[in-house]
């Protein structure tokens, strides 16, 4: 039986449209990005881009601010990271049980991550309020001094983090719920037969089983949590004194308050590069967990 040009390239051909798509929606932006990373230019109409080759970088690979920047987001982000996994995991079992209104308690719970970050961000500026905010009633109300949650240089990026554990936190535990969906039911029942305890049954048996999972969230949530922008500039805008300024925020600075649209795309690619560095070494120990198994 003899088949035509298009039956032979029929996996091609449906796949055409998905890769020009991806070409045209992630390629073309990084190439320009690319590209603008090579010139000096501030988005004038009048004044046409200059080439500078990798002056850009090295401006940036020499300014103290560049490296505190990534420092805070670092300071940000690994912190948010573990809370939010140990937290979420511990929320995952425990509400991996049902119990009356276990579905309300779960539904409830999500409510935070489903919301606009601008909208988070501006309820929680409102609860670090120093003079009537929630969070220095609650410190009066324990005869306990208040605190300047935002205005604080040691004390913002601290604040920022309890945000995000706030918001972030049931992503991780509905990711682990869906985990512990799939456990088979045989390790638990010899478990049983051997008298382990609950905390034994965890530790030696769910958590192993769980660890693909678990890894499986923290890499979706680290790649989100270094390029988080919405939330802090909402609440602080990289304040005070640069103390919350993030990579995403220097970003935003470079390019749309000094209208360096140069510096800002080199130091973009810089920021692309540096998640690409924790996304490898997070599969690598993915595969090398699988590997183990």
């Given amino acids: 039986m003899s088949y035509g040009w298009m039956d032979r390239n029929l996996k091609w051909i449906f796949t055409l449209p998905a890769a020009l798509f991806v070409l045209l929606v992630v390629a073309f ?18 004044t046409a881009p200059k080439w500078v080759g990798l002056e850009n970088y090295s401006v940036l690979l020499a300014d103290p601010r560049f490296w505190g920047s990534i420092l805070r987001t670092l300071y940000h982000s690994v912190p948010s990271i573990v809370i939010e996994t140990v937290l979420g995991v511990a929320i995952a079992v425990l509400f991996s049980r049902s119990f009356i209104g276990s579905k309300w308690v779960k539904s409830f719970l999500m409510l935070p991550m489903v919301a606009t970050p601008v909208a988070i961000g501006l309820v929680w500026l409102l609860i670090y309020e120093p003079s009537i905010g929630l969070a220095n009633q609650m410190l009066r109300g324990l005869g306990l001094k208040t605190y300047s949650w935002l205005g604080s240089v040691d004390g913002v990026i601290p604040s920022l983090i309890i945000i995000d554990v706030w918001q972030w936190t049931p992503m991780i535990a509905l990711l682990v719920m869906a985990g ?19 905390i034994q049954k965890f530790f030696h048996i769910t958590l192993p089983l769980l660890k693909p999972t678990i890894l499986i969230a923290v890499i979706l949530r680290t790649v989100d949590l270094l390029k988080t922008f919405d939330t802090i500039y909402s609440t602080t805008q990289g304040g005070p004194n640069f103390a919350s300024e993030t990579l995403n925020i220097m970003v935003y600075t470079q390019a749309f308050q000094y209208l360096k649209l140069g510096s800002a795309s080199a130091l973009l690619m810089l920021f692309f590069m540096i998640i690409m560095v924790f996304v490898l070494i997070l599969v690598m120990v993915k595969k090398r967990m699988e590997a183990a198994q």
């Fill in 180 to 198: 512990l969906t799939t456990l088979p039911s045989e390790p638990y029942e010899s478990a049983d037969v051997d008298g382990a305890t609950s």
């Fill in 29 to 46: 932006p990084i190439a320009y990005t690319v590209r603008i990373s090579f010139y000096e230019w501030s988005m004038s109409a009048v």
